[in-house]
């Protein structure tokens, strides 16, 4: 049995439950995992599935001061291949010193652990990271990319080459993804294949949507940042009570963009109508799902150019029988499929959410066929077990790209 080292920025983290669904798919198959953990969690709220993780969690010692920096790096070079380090010193100085330092660590401690693979989620803190140990090791390493990582203005191209270029293997998780990293590794010999994020299925049993009523009941979930394109759902909302439809919105999730959603929600004078509701455990938002007749996806890209990859909670609702609304944003076309699966809207138009939302409330738009179209695709090509299969085929020993 392989042992497997899953390299995370932070662990456990209340938005990243695509990858404890993934790690919980491949203990079931059998796989020996640990994790390493970058940085601590801020966290205010978890999901109860990571109790069920049996992976044993290390956290990678950070320096807070210079002195501390060279005393774990002096501690973690001993036993090191003066000529592994040698070949990376270049690439090396060209980094943060704790980050250097978490590095030398992690090779450590894989050495010491027997680790045989490395994966890290996101190719940037966690992937350099796992590229130092591997560098150092010779463990082989395999990464999965997700958005902010490869889209955004602050990721440094240099590094993302070497990591994606060194990697036995580099996962997308759409094809929106595996082509723009296509064009951007084009020669580089870089082994890039597509592997979608995936749904514990059995904690996402379907029932076809209930008829909708009055007032329209929308819900939507994630992280309270401008890529989510809530501002856009907001005005929407304004719009759809203009036009004398009845509508009520809940935003479940937290983070940096409260206080200017909360404004608008007060100046558009909605506070009746939208409910800004705060982090919701899994079991909350299936609860959520239940009780609303349509789920909002509007996403928009940022102005650092940060996207989202492809929002697991919109398989969960997909895979609930609850209707998708969503805008045409990274990997959200492939299964938000208009007419076939949901409702597929151009990104940053209110005016245009509010129609289709106007025509699901009319009956316009019928959900029952798109209901059970999206939840045969999830069945289809979403299922964690498939997923946990094939990533511990393109780990194990023998079956390795590079």
Known sequence: MTRIGYVLKVYPRFSET????????????????SIYALRPTTDSRFHPEIARVRAGVHWVSRPWKGSEMWDQMSRCLEGTDPER??????????????????????????????????????????????WIASSLTGVPYTVTTHAKDIFHESVDPVWLRRVCVDA???????????????RLLAGSGARISLRYNALELARFP????????TPLRVCA??????????????RAARILLDDGVAVQVDIAGEG????????????????????????MTQAEVRELLARSDVFAAPCVEAPDGNLDGLPTVVLESMACGTPVVATAVSGLPEV??????????????????????????????????LARSARRLIEQQFDSRRQAAVLSGWQAPGRRGR
Not at 91 to 113: F, I, K, M, N
Not at 261 to 275: P, Y
Request: glycine content about 10%.
């Open 85 to 130: 380090l040698a070949r990376i010193l270049p690439a090396l100085t060209t980094l943060p010193g704790d980050e250097v330092a978490q590095g030398l660590e992690l090779a450590r401690l894989v050495r010491a652990d027997g680790i045989e693979h490395l994966h890290a989620h996101f190719a940037s803190l966690a992937g350099r990271l796992a």
């Open 221 to 234: 979930v994630g992280r309270l940042v401008v890529k989510k394109g809530f501002t856009d759902l907001i």
């Open 336 to 369: 938000v499929r208009d007419g076939e699966t949901g409702v597929l809207l151009p990104p940053g138009s209110p005016e245009e959410l509010a129609r289709a939302l106007g025509a699901i409330a009319s009956g316009a738009t019928g959900t029952l066929e």
């Open 206 to 213: 379907y029932r076809d949507p209930h008829p909708v009523g």
């Open 168 to 182: 036995d293997r580099v996962i997308a998780i759409s094809r929106f993804n595996e082509d723009y990293l296509g």
């Open 18 to 33: 695509f990858i404890v669904t993934e790690m919980l798919a491949r203990e079931a198959l059998g796989d020996d995992l």
């Open 256 to 279: 940096d963009e409260h206080p200017a959603l909360s404004e608008q929600i007060r100046s558009l004078g909605l506070a009746e109508h939208v409910r800004l509701l705060g982090p």
